[in-house]
C-alpha cells in the first residue's frame, strides 16, 4: 500500500485509513483478522472515535500484537458542541487515552465543530496536549474551510503547532443533504483550496455508504437513507461512469469509487468501512488503481470525455 509523508508526524502513513466503527459489535477474531490483513497490505493508519466505542477493540489488538509504535492512531472527541473548551478538549483526550490504553495518540481531531467558539481555545490547548505528549498532532472533523484557515493562521501567527488536517465527507456521489446533523462535505469552493493549499483530508464515507455497489438503481427506494442522501440524476450518472470505466480497467465500480477519491491533486487518506474481510480486500486492492487527471474529470461530470 502507497503511503504519504505527514510532516508534523515525521513519517510515513498509509493512504488508507480503516474505520474501526464496525468493531464495536464484531467479534474480537473478525476485529483481528481484519486488523492484521490491512497491516499486512500496507496499512498504518486507524480511525476511531469516542463515540463509536471501538478503541477498547483496538487497544486489545495493539497489546496482543506489541506494536503500538508502528500503528498511527486518529481519534476524536467533543461531539457534543457543548465540549469545545479548554476542559472538555483535555476531557476527550484524557478519556480516548483511557479507552486505547495508550500514552499518546497520533492525531487526535475534534468530532464536530462550534463556530461560535473562538479558534484559540483550540490551538493553545491542542498545543499544550502536544508538549505535553499526549497527542502529537490535532485537526478537525466536519470543520468548515473558512475556520479551519482561520485556525492555522492563528497558530502560524503566534508560532503555534496548526492543524495537521481536516475530516469532512468527500466520495465521487454528491450527497444532497446532511447525512447526520452537524457533519461537512467538501464542496466546489472546498476543493479549490484544498488544491492550493495542499491541506490534507481524512474523508469519511469516501465510498458514500455503498452507494457504488451496484445494489442502488433509481427506481428502488427500498433504503430510504439511501435515497435521501445520494438519490439524485447526477449521482446515478456517475455511478454508470464508474461502471463504464471498471468493465475497463476489470475492476469494481465500487473500487472506481475509492480510486477516485485517491486521485485528488491534495493529499488524501480515505477512511474505509468494510464490515467484512472480502469487504477490506476489495478496498486494498483498489488503492492500487491510478486514475488519471482526465478519468476523474470525467468520473465527476465536469467534463464529458476523458482523453
Not at 202 to 211: E, H, K, L, R
Not at 218 to 236: G, K, L, Q, W
Amino acid at each position: 500500500m502507497r503511503t504519504l509523508r505527514l510532516e508534523q508526524l515525521n513519517r510515513d502513513v498509509s493512504r488508507l485509513c480503516l474505520g474501526t466503527m464496525v468493531f464495536t459489535r464484531a467479534p474480537r477474531e473478525l476485529t483481528f483478522d481484519m486488523l492484521d490483513l490491512f497491516v499486512a497490505s500496507g496499512g498504518n493508519l486507524l480511525d476511531t472515535a469516542e463515540v463509536y466505542g471501538s478503541e477498547p477493540a483496538i487497544a486489545d489488538w495493539l497489546e496482543a500484537r506489541d506494536n503500538r509504535e508502528s500503528i498511527v492512531i486518529l481519534d476524536k472527541a467533543c461531539h457534543e458542541l457543548e465540549d469545545i473548551t479548554v476542559e472538555g478538549i483535555r476531557r476527550g483526550i484524557a478519556t480516548n487515552l483511557e479507552r486505547i490504553r495508550s500514552d499518546y495518540i497520533d492525531i487526535w481531531m475534534l468530532h464536530r465543530d462550534d463556530p461560535t467558539k473562538p479558534v484559540e481555545v483550540v490551538v493553545e490547548t491542542a498545543n499544550e496536549e502536544i508538549d505535553a505528549g499526549r497527542i502529537r498532532a490535532y485537526g478537525g472533523s466536519n470543520w468548515s474551510t473558512q475556520r479551519l484557515q482561520e485556525t492555522n493562521e492563528y497558530a502560524e501567527a503566534r508560532g503555534l503547532v496548526g492543524m495537521i488536517g481536516s475530516s469532512e465527507h468527500l466520495s465521487l456521489a454528491t450527497p444532497n443533504e446532511e447525512r447526520w446533523s452537524g457533519v461537512r462535505w467538501i464542496a466546489a469552493d472546498d476543493l479549490e483550496w484544498r488544491e492550493s493549499s495542499g491541506f490534507p483530508l481524512f474523508p469519511w464515507s469516501s465510498q458514500a455508504g455503498g452507494f457504488f455497489t451496484g445494489r442502488f438503481r433509481p427506481d428502488d427506494h427500498s433504503d430510504a437513507e439511501m435515497v435521501r442522501i445520494y438519490y439524485s440524476d447526477d449521482n446515478f450518472a456517475r455511478l454508470a461512469r464508474a461502471e463504464e470505466l471498471a468493465g475497463e480497467r476489470g475492476a469494481s465500480s465500487i473500487q472506481i469509487a475509492l480510486a477516485y477519491v485517491l486521485a485528488q491533486s491534495f493529499p488524501t487518506f480515505p477512511l474505509i468501512g468494510p464490515a467484512s474481510m472480502p469487504e477490506l480486500e476489495v478496498c486494498i486492492e483498489a488503492e492500487k488503481i491510478d486514475l488519471s487527471e482526465a478519468e476523474t474529470q470525467w468520473l465527476a461530470m465536469r467534463t464529458d470525455t476523458r482523453s
